[in-house]
């Protein structure tokens, strides 16, 4: 039996699962305070429902990451203040991010949530934390694939060059 071969829980975290752990933490809770703002500024009742889920999803993983950072004597990243709630009216259409922009920073920020996911799963080596990465990327993945869904069913998609024309050949 080796140092690092009992239950994972009682293994030490080295400090790239530290730092990946804390700044899964952090990202979330940025994501929260953006997530709100957004809220707020969405008009699209579909958009909304992607959004909260995306607000469950980063409550979720700060619960579980600062828990994790506190077992192991590590501080937290500090919680940002919750943002109120206004009506869309209320904000100066100038002011207002549109729905089609929500959508695309919430791909954005999936598809790195997706790769930060997949950095920590590839550098952990206990598996409770690998583990819970694991299960990170499979949430982001369905939320990504229903974010892009949404934005082709509402022609938010700008599409980046599209080979219509293949060489002939082979």
């Known amino acids: ?5 009992g239950n994972p829980k009682n293994e030490p975290m080295h400090y790239g699962e530290i730092y990946s752990v804390w700044e899964c933490s952090m990202v979330a809770k940025g994501a929260v305070s953006c997530y709100q703002a957004y809220m707020n ?5 579909d958009l909304k429902k992607i ?3 995306l607000l469950d999803q980063a409550r979720l993983e700060i619960k579980e990451c600062d828990a994790l950072l506190t077992e192991n004597g590590i501080t937290p990243a500090p919680t940002l203040p919750e943002r109120p709630v206004v009506a869309l009216e209320d904000i100066p259409p100038g002011a207002r991010f549109t729905d089609p922009e929500i959508g695309a920073k919430v791909a954005a920020d999936t598809a790195l949530g997706l790769v930060a996911a997949s950095q920590t799963i590839g550098q952990s080596i206990r598996e409770d934390i690998g583990a819970l990465f694991a299960k990170y990327h499979v949430t982001k993945t369905a939320l990504g694939v ?3 869904r949404l934005s082709k069913e509402k022609g938010w998609l700008i599409p980046p060059p599209l080979q219509v024309k293949r060489p002939d050949g082979e």
Do not use: V
């Open 1 to 5: 039996m080796g140092i690092l071969s």
């Open 41 to 45: 500024h969405a008009g699209d009742k």
């Open 51 to 53: 959004l909260e889920d």
């Open 146 to 148: 229903r974010i892009l």
